[in-house]
Nanobody, 122 residues
């Protein structure tokens, strides 16, 4: 099994910054894509940013130039640096990790974190 632990959410004023972290643990053999998604009240979950195993990145248009996704492969951890936060960034942020793990045989996992609340006040 693979578990994800998120941290770093909180309350911040508009224009401020936060850094989210998501650490994966378990019998992980390899991690391919790591990503962050968010879900605001009454809205569908949406992609914020993803990063591949070779550190190619993709961002939602709404966060380009403000958010940066990165990963530490030695720690199986993905980060989301959020700058110039806006009230519309308020949401629960979820990390997602896709890879393979070993349980006597290799299996694919696609696991979600528990979510961390980010609230940006105006």
């Amino acid at each position: 099994q693979v578990q994800l632990v998120e941290s770093g959410g909180g309350l911040v004023q508009a224009g401020g910054s936060l850094r989210l972290s998501c650490a994966a643990s378990g019998s992980i053999r390899s991690i391919n894509t790591m990503g962050w998604y968010r879900q605001a009240p009454g809205k569908q979950r949406e992609l914020v940013a993803v990063i591949t195993s070779v550190s190619n990145t993709n961002y939602a248009d709404s966060v380009k130039g403000r958010f940066t996704i990165s990963r530490d492969n030695a720690k199986n951890t993905v980060y989301l640096q959020m700058n110039s936060l806006k009230p519309e960034d308020t949401a629960v942020y979820y990390c997602n990790v896709y890879g393979t793990y070993y349980t006597g045989r290799y299996e694919v996992f696609n696991t979600w974190g528990q979510g961390t609340q980010v609230t940006v006040s105006s």
